[in-house]
């Protein structure tokens, strides 16, 4: 019986698009805990500018992550020579409207400005300890076989 498009085949191996929203899944669930955690420690520790800093810096980060890779795997899936100038673009798009954000809420007596930016910064190492629990954990296909490539190979056999 053939293995569904979207799942693992027969060896264990999983298409590159399915291993790519299992990345990002589990990245986005991840990462909201973690900035959870950090809303919940804002507004004990610091009250509720704390919590609304870091509330809005979770925010933020898992809504960067989340856009920017399905920005990438849009851009190889039509265009996939472009790789390297496609992610580059994102993230130096990414890192320009965060310097922008920044920049506005610097003097906001609303937002706890260093629960904001550290909440920033552990979503976002715990969203790329995510993607690379999840790549190291997923046997990707690189080069997908043809349809009907399982049924071939056996009969060469």
Known sequence: MPAASDGPSSSGLVPAAAATSVALRASVILTSVAGVAATVLGALLGGGNAALGAGLGALIAVAFFAAGQYAVTRLLDSHPEMALSGGLLVYLTQIL???VLIALLKGQEWLDVKWFA????LCTFVWIGAQLWTVNRIKT?????????DQQAEVDQ
Do not use: C, S, Y
Request: net charge negative; proline share 12%.
């Open 97 to 99: 409207v965060l310097f």
């Open 118 to 121: 550290g909440t920033i910064v």
């Open 141 to 149: 296909l690189i080069v997908e076989p043809a349809p009907g490539d």
